[in-house]
């Protein structure tokens, strides 16, 4: 049993920065205004996310690391979108079945707060009292200590850590309100490192440098057709100024970061077509859209999503590039 269970969490966390991104949303989900990270070798030794978010009840800690265990059902009425928003409660199981996991935990109006660590699923000891400011602080030690495999290939190739950088980075671009910082441990300098602002090129430009902000433009785009489905889309875009090796594309689907390979090449097409020097665009995108259209892929870490009249809503996103693109370059 308990191998099954390593296996299948070792599906849903495949890379220290997969356990990161689960540990991120569930600081966001609990209304977090400041998230911070710490890493250590990459994520292989220590992974740690603090929050001031709400907290997790005393109540709820012996069965929070059991698997499908999620408070969201509540919040987000329908199962629909629990399951468009990837809520399967199965990150922080999957995680004790990988690795170390210690919770310190304070809920509003308490004088102290819990420290509790899990092993396979279950609580190692009872939760003891302790010292606690506000919110979670949530830490991995050890990832992947059972899995020799894994933890030599990983160990084998380059660390996790850009990867890490590159995740907190995309995800401040979008929760602009949010204080979040990125450091490895002892360091005394932040990789990532933002102040809540209201500005969305402001906090661009402090994540991704002048060099980009000073290169973008602002679109937008919706769709009230009522034949086909309803959305709404803004974001940055890079102008003919902008040249890079590669397409930077950080989408963002009813407040998810996820991957949709379709609509990035599209996007790249029409670059190619009319600002063929600029052609690696870099593309800040959010899209709001009803989550029963949206359809986030089986697989757990991939986070690949096609979308209910994906080809309509395509063409609508790639024809709002066209004319801002043709209006700068003229
Ligand atoms: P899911 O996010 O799908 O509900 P997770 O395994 O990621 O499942 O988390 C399980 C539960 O643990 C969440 O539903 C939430 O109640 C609680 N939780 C996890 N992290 C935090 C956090 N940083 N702050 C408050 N609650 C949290
Ligand atoms: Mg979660």
Redesign the pocket.
């Known amino acids: 049993q308990s191998v099954v269970n390593r296996i299948a969490a070792g599906e849903v966390i495949q890379r220290p920065v997969s356990a990161v991104k ?2 991120v ?3 966001l ?2 209304h ?1 205004t400041s998230i911070n990270v710490v890493v250590k070798d990459g994520g292989l030794k220590l992974i740690q ?1 603090s ?1 001031d ?4 009840r005393y109540e ?1 800690l012996p069965i ?2 059991e698997r499908h ?4 059902l509540s919040e987000f009425e329908d199962l629909q979108s629990i399951k468009s928003m ?9 995680m004790t079945y990988v690795g170390h996991v210690t ?1 310190t ?1 304070i809920t509003a109006g308490q004088l102290h707060g819990y420290r509790v660590s899990y092993r396979d699923g279950v609580m190692e000891h009872e939760p003891k009292a302790c010292a606690a400011v506000k ?2 602080q ?1 830490m991995i030690e050890n990832l992947f200590y059972n899995m020799t495999a894994r933890r030599k290939t990983l160990q084998n190739s380059a660390d996790d850590y850009p990867k890490i950088v590159d995740l907190l980075s995309r995800f401040a671009i979008h929760h602009i309100n949010v204080n979040f910082s990125c450091r490895k441990h002892g360091a005394a300098r932040a990789d990532v490192h933002t102040v809540a602002t209201s500005s969305r090129l402001d906090a661009i430009r402090s994540v991704f440098g002048v060099s980009v902000a000073r290169n973008l433009m602002k679109i937008e785009a919706a769709d009230d057709d009522v034949s086909s489905s309803v959305f709404e889309m803004d974001g940055f875009i890079s102008n003919s100024n902008y040249i890079a090796k590669k397409t930077t594309m950080v989408l963002f689907i009813n407040d998810r970061l996820v991957e949709c390979t379709a609509l990035k090449r599209a996007i790249e097409i029409v670059y190619a077509a009319t600002l063929p020097k600029a052609s690696k665009p870099f593309i800040y995108m959010s899209i709001v859209l009803p989550s029963e259209h949206v359809d986030v892929n089986i697989h757990p870490t991939k986070r690949e999503v096609s979308l209910l009249n994906q080809e309509a809503i395509i063409e609508k996103i790639q024809s709002a590039f066209e004319s801002k693109l043709r209006n700068s370059n003229e």
């Open positions: 689960e540990l949303e569930n600081s989900d609990a977090s996310v929050d978010g709400h907290g997790i709820d929070l690391c265990t999620t408070s969201k990837g809520f399967r409660g199965e990150a922080l199981a999957s919770v935990t919110g979670t949530i």
